[in-house]
């Protein structure tokens, strides 16, 4: 993520970002490791089998799925893809993993509101890295990572440390060991403030 690397050095100013939603026609290949063989599908079949799972079961499908379906891979340009872009180009970095899975859960009915990306640093590597959170019932959030089959609580991914969090309707920064909420419109993402994309997640 190097523009995000570039980016979190100022205040308030976050990576570039991009979505495409789905395209129902266009295929892509996912590498399936239980039956050890390549599946080709289209986007419009794996929205159908994600919408016959529920709870966990359907995110670790999604996870799985999109986690097997493209190669890590750090770009120079920080260009955020969607589902199509990313399945197409056969390779992303791992914004574009959390905005695909974002994509496809949406398109199968999980609601927009249990739905956030992260933002952290990764304090392993140690470098930048972003990620896709599921909030449960309770209010606390699940992860789901392009490094990781895993799918945990943000509790115990304390190789994470957070940076900033937003959705569709809400921004917040880490300051003090807690969210606090940040108007969008001052924070910048890749020349545009977040206020002008987060409306429009789903038609990049």
Same mark, same amino acid.
């Given at each position: 993520m190097p523009a995000l690397r570039r980016a979190l050095a100022a205040p308030l100013v976050i990576c570039c970002l991009a979505f495409a939603g789905p395209t129902s026609a266009q295929t892509f290949t996912w590498w399936d490791d239980a039956r050890e063989m390549a599946v080709t599908q289209s986007s419009a079949e794996?929205?159908?089998?994600?919408?016959?799972?529920?709870?966990?079961?359907q995110l670790q499908y999604v996870n799985r799925i999109i986690n097997n379906a493209a190669r890590q891979r750090e770009e120079k340009t920080d260009i955020w893809k969607g589902f199509d872009r990313l399945t197409r180009d056969g390779y992303g970095d791992c914004e574009d993993f959390a905005i695909a899975k974002y994509q496809i859960l949406r398109a199968a009915g999980v609601s927009a509101d249990r739905l956030d990306f992260l933002a952290a640093r990764d304090t392993l590597t140690p470098t930048y890295h972003a990620v896709l959170r599921y909030q449960r019932d309770d209010g606390s959030h699940l992860v789901?990572?392009?490094? #990781?089959? &895993?799918?945990?609580?943000? /509790?115990?991914? #304390?190789? &994470?440390?957070?940076?900033? /969090?937003?959705?569709?309707?809400?921004?917040?920064?880490?300051k003090n060991h807690r969210f606090v909420p940040v108007d969008p419109s001052r924070v910048t993402l890749g020349g545009k403030l977040l206020s002008e994309r987060m409306s429009n997640l789903m038609h990049y």
């Open positions: 794996l929205v159908k089998e994600v919408r016959q799972r529920t709870g966990m079961a789901l990572d392009n490094l #990781t089959p &895993l799918i945990l609580p943000e /509790t115990q991914r #304390t190789d &994470l440390t957070p940076i900033v /969090t937003f959705d569709e309707q809400h921004s917040a920064l880490w």
